[in-house]
């Protein structure tokens, strides 16, 4: 399947019956205050071209950011920051995601999730992390002939990446590298390298444990090893 044919099957995925509550529930809520604008309210495809050299990996969508404006994140804080970045280290082509067809588009990079329905609290189960791994498993094999760089954000994507990337044929390091900011481990025989990145959330922006600089570090030297 081309990028297009997996995006629509993937967007009408009915797999895990609490997301798709979730989901649709939010948006029943939540349409009305955003009368002018369709409210996605479905499973969110990832973002960029099929031919990436840089995958990001995320949580999952958010439920008034990519829940709501059916791009993975756009319209919410987390996206702000990752977009931001991504512009500033010359990835992404405009600074800010508010909203689909606003003319954003990706350098050699594509963005997917872990989980692709908004969770309850931002927090899928690991029951709905594996319900969804055939999706990030499509997403492994497409980059595969182009992929330098996964730069994995939190813990939750890096938890559900290893088992992804095995069953996706990339052979992968034994014992698992341990998830941290900057951590990094090598798929043997491929060149790819595997990054971990605190995930750019609210909780962390706010807090100070991820800054501009350490998301631009990490871009950076993502797009130097892809030689984007
Ligand atoms: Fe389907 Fe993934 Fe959404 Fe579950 S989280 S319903 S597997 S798209």
Redesign the pocket.
């Known amino acids: 399947a081309d990028t297009g044919e997996l995006d629509a099957r993937?967007s009408v995925?009915?797999?895990?019956p609490r997301?798709?509550t979730w989901r649709e529930e939010v948006a029943a809520v939540r349409r009305a205050a955003y009368a002018d604008q369709p409210y996605w309210g479905r499973?969110v495809s990832s973002f960029g071209p099929a031919d990436a050299r840089i995958l990001i990996v995320g949580l999952a969508p958010a439920a008034h950011g990519g829940n709501r404006t059916g791009r993975i994140f756009t319209g919410d804080r987390s996206g702000d920051w990752l977009f931001a970045s991504l512009h500033r280290v010359g990835l992404a082509a405009l600074a800010t995601s508010q909203a689909a067809g606003d003319g954003q588009s990706l350098r050699a990079t594509r963005i997917v999730a872990a989980?692709?329905?908004a969770p309850p609290a931002n927090k899928?189960t690991t029951a709905?992390r594996d319900?969804?791994r055939p999706?990030l498993v499509r997403d492994l094999e497409l980059v595969r002939p182009t992929l330098r760089v996964v730069v994995v954000l939190g813990g939750f994507a890096w938890a559900a990446l290893w088992p992804a990337l095995a069953r996706a044929g990339y052979s992968v390091p034994a014992p698992r590298v341990r998830f941290g900011h900057g951590a990094r481990a090598e798929l043997p025989g491929t060149g790819v390298r595997v990054v971990g990145c605190y995930h750019p959330s609210q909780q962390n922006t706010f807090t100070g444990r991820v800054t501009e600089v350490m998301l631009d570090t990490i871009f950076a030297s993502a797009a130097a090893q892809a030689e984007v």
């Open positions: 993937v995925c009915r797999a895990c997301l798709v499973p989980v692709r329905c899928p709905e319900a969804c999706w």
